[in-house]
């Protein structure tokens, strides 16, 4: 059973090192739709062409005829991000086959920050799990171990705390499991990210029943 081995995931290297674009046409995070089963595949073309991009991988292990094998699968399944201008952008469509459809990140800053903490929560080498359908946790800071200082949301599996980092655009994210003595939570999201309409619901209501 052929196993290939970690690809390039970030182009170039220091891509996630820079400082967020400014979010003008010339320079932009684009979310890039590709076909099933294509992210790898784009992502060669990508670096043939010279474009900056960053597909998010996470290690998979499994037994095959007695031996460990590793493989790299796509965080979020047909999606990668380019960071492009909108030239680039144009180009993608009709150079690449494989991509379905390019979007523009709303928030650029935002999403910049969330790629940046998904990358350091992958580099960390703790166990990651896919996150889709998200529903709204506690905001929380993780105040010990190699993802200190990481903020996100927790929910709960069973017995279990899962830290949530999730990019709103996609309602997609990566969760790892935290123990509740390395959170602390937190008021609200940070950037004066709204809230889900229930969780302020619930706010004013506590914030009524304890002035009265």
Same mark, same amino acid.
């Given at each position: 059973?052929?196993?290939?081995?970690?690809?390039?995931?970030?182009?170039?290297?220091?891509?996630?090192?820079?400082?967020?674009?400014?979010?003008?046409?010339?320079?932009?995070?684009?979310?890039?739709?590709?076909?099933?089963?294509?992210?790898?595949?784009?992502?060669?073309?990508?670096?043939?062409?010279?474009?900056?991009?960053?597909?998010?991988?996470?290690?998979?292990?499994?037994?095959?005829?007695?031996?460990?094998?590793?493989?790299?699968?796509?965080?979020?399944?047909?999606?990668?991000?380019?960071?492009?201008?909108?030239?680039?952008?144009?180009?993608?469509?009709?150079?690449?086959?494989?991509?379905?459809?390019?979007?523009?990140?709303?928030?650029?800053?935002?999403?910049?920050?969330?790629?940046?903490?998904?990358?350091?929560?992958?580099?960390?080498?703790?166990? /990651?799990?896919?996150?889709?359908? =998200?529903?709204? %946790?506690?905001?929380? *800071?993780?105040?010990?171990?190699? @993802? +200190?200082? $990481?903020?996100?949301?927790?929910?709960?599996?069973?017995?279990?705390?899962?830290? /949530?980092?999730?990019?709103?655009? =996609?309602?997609? %994210?990566?969760?790892? *499991?935290?123990?509740?003595?390395? @959170? +602390?939570? $937190?008021?609200?999201?940070?950037?004066?990210?709204?809230?889900?309409?229930?969780?302020?619901?619930?706010?004013?209501?506590?914030?009524?029943?304890?002035?009265?």
């Amino acid at each position: 059973m052929p196993v290939l081995p970690l690809e390039t995931y970030v182009f170039p290297e220091d891509l996630l090192d820079r400082d967020a674009p400014p979010g003008d046409e010339s320079d932009c995070w684009y979310v890039v739709h590709a076909r099933p089963r294509a992210e790898k595949v784009v992502a060669r073309w990508l670096v043939l062409f010279g474009t900056p991009f960053y597909l998010p991988l996470y290690a998979r292990k499994f037994y095959h005829r007695n031996r460990l094998i590793t493989s790299y699968l796509p965080l979020f399944p047909g999606y990668l991000f380019v960071r492009a201008n909108i030239d680039q952008k144009i180009d993608l469509r009709w150079k690449v086959e494989h991509v379905v459809r390019t979007l523009k990140a709303p928030d650029q800053d935002e999403f910049h920050r969330k790629l940046l903490d998904i990358r350091r929560l992958l580099d960390s080498g703790v166990p /990651v799990t896919p996150e889709e359908r =998200l529903q709204p %946790g506690q905001w929380v *800071e993780i105040r010990s171990g190699p @993802l +200190r200082g $990481l903020e996100g949301k927790v929910v709960r599996r069973g017995k279990n705390f899962r830290f /949530v980092i999730e990019l709103d655009f =996609l309602k997609r %994210g990566v969760s790892c *499991e935290v123990s509740g003595w390395q @959170l +602390r939570v $937190l008021d609200g999201p940070p950037n004066g990210q709204q809230l889900p309409k229930r969780r302020r619901r619930r706010r004013r209501r506590r914030r009524r029943s304890s002035s009265g």
